[in-house]
T-cell receptor, first 112, second 112 residues
Framework: ETGVTQTPRHLVMGMTNKKSLKCEQH?????MYWYKQSAKKPLELMFV???????ENNSVPSRFSPECPNSSHLFLHLHTLQPEDSALYLC???????????FGDGTRLSIL | QKEVEQNSGPLSVPEGAIASLNCTYS??????FFWYRQYSGKSPELIMS????GDKEDGRFTAQLNKASQYVSLLIRDSQPSDSATYLC????????????FGRGTSLIVHP
C-alpha cells in the first residue's frame, strides 16, 4: 500500500469513447503528477499540480485533460484517444520539492 | 536540458554478489537524488533518497553520491533473484521545483 490509489487498474476503450482515470493520495502531499509509460520506454511526465495549480503541461495532446479539484484528488479525462496512447498511466504525489515521489499502481490503458 | 544517464543493461550478476548501478546527471544544481525499483508491469517503488555527498546505507542497499563528479550509484549486497527489476535514478534540482528528471533505467538480472 503506497498511499496513492488509482482506479481503474485496467481500462479498454475504443477511440471514440470518453473515460476518466482517477487518482487519490492519502499522504497529505502537496503535489500530484501524471506520467505515461509505454512498453520499453522511459517515464514521460505529462502534468504536475502543486497545491491544485497546474505547474507543468509537458506538450501533451489536448485529448488528455487533467483536473485537480483538491490536493488529494487528480483526474485524467480521456477522449478520442489513438492506439499509440495505449500505455501504463501512473499517478504520483510528493510532499515538497526536495522529497521523493510516491507512485500509485497505475492504470493499464488499451485503445482498440 | 537536464539529463540523467543510466546504462540500460541488462546487468547480470550471480545470486549473492554485489550489484552496482550507476547514474550520471548533467545539472550541477541538483540537490535531491532517488533510486526506484520497478518490476515488470508494476509501478516504481522508492528504495533510497540521498541528499549529501557520501554513502547512505539501508539494509542491503547503499546509495553513494558524488556531486563533484555528478554521479550517484546504488549498490545491492547479497543480490537475490527477487532483486531482478529495472532500477530508475531520479534527480531534482534546487530552487523549489517539484519536477524530477528520470533516467531510462537499468535492467538488473540476478541469476541463481
Amino acid at each position: 500500500e503506497t498511499g496513492v490509489t488509482q482506479t481503474p487498474r485496467h481500462l479498454v476503450m475504443g477511440m471514440t469513447n470518453k473515460k476518466s482515470l482517477k487518482c487519490e493520495q492519502h499522504l497529505g502531499h502537496n503535489a500530484m503528477y501524471w506520467y505515461k509509460q509505454s512498453a520499453k520506454k522511459p517515464l514521460e511526465l505529462m502534468f504536475v499540480y502543486s497545491l491544485e495549480e497546474r505547474v507543468e503541461n509537458n506538450s501533451v495532446p489536448s485529448r488528455f485533460s487533467p483536473e485537480c479539484p483538491n490536493s488529494s484528488h487528480l483526474f485524467l479525462h480521456l477522449h478520442t484517444l489513438q492506439p499509440e496512447d495505449s500505455a501504463l498511466y501512473l499517478c504520483a504525489s510528493s510532499q515538497a520539492p526536495n522529497q521523493p515521489q510516491h507512485f500509485g499502481d497505475g492504470t493499464r490503458l488499451s485503445i482498440l | 536540458q537536464k539529463e540523467v544517464e543510466q546504462n540500460s543493461g541488462p546487468l547480470s550478476v550471480p545470486e549473492g554478489a554485489i550489484a552496482s548501478l550507476n547514474c550520471t546527471y548533467s545539472d550541477r544544481g541538483s540537490q535531491s537524488f532517488f533510486w526506484y525499483r520497478q518490476y515488470s508491469g508494476k509501478s516504481p517503488e522508492l528504495i533510497m533518497s540521498i541528499y549529501s555527498n557520501g554513502d547512505k546505507e539501508d539494509g542491503r542497499f547503499t546509495a553513494q553520491l558524488n556531486k563533484a563528479s555528478q554521479y550517484v550509484s546504488l549498490l545491492i549486497r547479497d543480490s537475490q533473484p527477487s532483486d531482478s527489476a529495472t532500477y530508475l535514478c531520479a534527480v531534482k534540482a534546487s530552487g523549489g521545483s517539484y519536477i524530477p528528471t528520470f533516467g531510462r533505467g537499468t535492467s538488473l538480472i540476478v541469476h541463481p
